[in-house]
C-alpha cells in the first residue's frame, strides 16, 4: 500500500503508518461488535505483522484479544547498513515519486520462500506491487525501526513465529526484537521455515 508513505519529523507518525493502522482498528472493532464474546485474534504477516505492532502499541490499541506476528518487518533505519540508509535517504529526498524495480539480484538472494508455485503466483498477482518508491521505501523503514521498539509496549498475549530460512528479515534483525517483546510473551522457531 503506497498510500502517503513519506518523510515525518515525529517519530511514528507516517501518514501511511497512521491510515494501515486505523484499518486495522475499524476492521477488528467491526468484528467485535458482530461477535461481542468472541476472542478475537490478530495475525499478521510480514508488513502486516509491522502494522499490527504499531497498532497494538499505540494508545488505542484494536479491541482483540491476542497478537501473532509472523515474520514481522523490524528492518528499520538502525540496523541498516550506513550505505543502504544513506542511499535511501538520498533517493527519498531527490526523486520521492520515482518507480524503482528491485535488481534481480536482490530478488533471487531474497527469496521469500522455497515454495517456487507461490512465488510464480505472486510475481503475475496484480494486487501486489513490485515497483516501489523511493519514498514509500523511506516510510517502511521508519515504520520497521519504530515497530522493533515498540514491541515492549504491547499489552496483549503476543506470539512471535518466526523461521530460521527467513532471508528478509534475518536473525541479526530479529532476534534483538525478540528479546524485546514483553514478559510472558510466546516463540515459536521453525527450523524449515522461510519468511512466507
Same mark, same amino acid.
Not at 468472541?38 to 484479544?65: H, K, L, N, Q
Not at 528479546?179 to 512466507?196: C, M, S
Given at each position: 500500500?503506497? &498510500?502517503? #508513505? ?7 507518525? /507516517? ?9 486495522? @482498528? ?29 497498532? #497494538? ?8 484479544? &491476542?497478537?501473532?506476528? #509472523?515474520?514481522?518487518?523490524? /528492518?528499520? /533505519?538502525?540496523?541498516? *547498513?550506513?550505505?543502504?540508509? *544513506? ?16 535488481p534481480r539480484w536482490v530478488v533471487r538472494h531474497y527469496l521469500s520462500s522455497d515454495n517456487e508455485a507461490e512465488?510464480? @503466483? *505472486? ?14 521505501f523511506y516510510g517502511f523503514f521508519g515504520m520497521m525501526e519504530d515497530a522493533s521498539q515498540d514491541v515492549t &509496549? ?6 512471535? #513465529?518466526?523461521g530460521a530460512k527467513d532471508r528478509m528479515m534475518p536473525p541479526k534483525v530479529t532476534l534483538p526484537v525478540v @528479546? @524485546?517483546?514483553?514478559?510472558?510473551? &510466546? ?10
Open positions: 500500500d503506497q &498510500r502517503g #508513505f513519506g518523510h515525518s519529523p515525529n517519530r511514528g507518525v /507516517w501518514p501511511g503508518t497512521a491510515l494501515l493502522t486505523e484499518d486495522l @482498528r475499524v476492521i477488528t472493532t467491526l468484528v467485535r461488535q458482530r461477535y461481542p464474546g468472541a476472542i478475537i485474534a490478530v495475525a499478521g504477516v510480514s508488513m502486516g505483522a509491522t502494522v499490527a505492532i504499531e497498532a #497494538f502499541a499505540s494508545d488505542r490499541p484494536p479491541p482483540a484479544d &491476542r497478537l501473532l506476528l #509472523f515474520a514481522p518487518g523490524v /528492518w528499520g /533505519w538502525s540496523q541498516q *547498513a550506513p550505505t543502504s540508509a *544513506a542511499t535511501i535517504w538520498m533517493m527519498s529526498h531527490l526523486a520521492p515519486g520515482m518507480t524503482v524495480k528491485p512465488i510464480e @503466483r *505472486a510475481a503475475n498477482d496484480p494486487l501486489i506491487i513490485w515497483n516501489m518508491r523511493p519514498d514509500s &509496549r504491547l499489552r496483549v498475549p503476543v506470539t512471535y #513465529f518466526y @528479546r @524485546r517483546l514483553p514478559a510472558g510473551a &510466546r516463540t515459536a522457531y521453525y527450523p524449515l521455515g522461510w519468511h512466507l
